[in-house]
């Protein structure tokens, strides 16, 4: 057998093993439920227009919560012309990194549900996320 063939056959077997287990075992779940809602975008917008509106260009510290990145990932997610299949996004704030959990739709009969997470830093004024 070629060494394209086995490899081609690995990829595979990761594949169904990661399927079978997401099905099966239920495969990773956020430890709490974060609520999303309107009324926390609209807090979350008085507050950026608020920065936005002081005429001096100083400094400034926005503290976001995981309802509002979950809420802002829910109307990302709604707004999309062509949403990637996730639904159910939940992110949470833990050991100093950011973590994205939501239900991966593979087939019209299969649900996998996923988790991606991040760490956030900033290099040279722009935000760097990494994935872990």
Known sequence: MSSKAIVALAILGIAAQALCCGTILGGPEPPRTVDSSYETLDRLQEEVETIEADDE????????????MTSLAVQ?????????????????????????????????????????????????????????
Request: hydrophobic share 35%.
């Open 76 to 132: 990302a997610l709604e707004e999309m012309e062509n949403p990637p299949p996730i639904s159910q996004p939940q992110v949470l704030f833990r050991d100093g990194r950011v973590e994205l959990y939501g239900t991966i739709h593979v087939t019209d009969s299969t649900d996998v549900p996923g988790m991606l997470a991040l760490t956030l830093d900033v290099q040279d004024g722009d935000i760097v996320a990494t994935v872990e």
């Open 57 to 68: 260009k100083s400094p400034f510290t926005i503290t976001i919560t995981e309802e509002e």
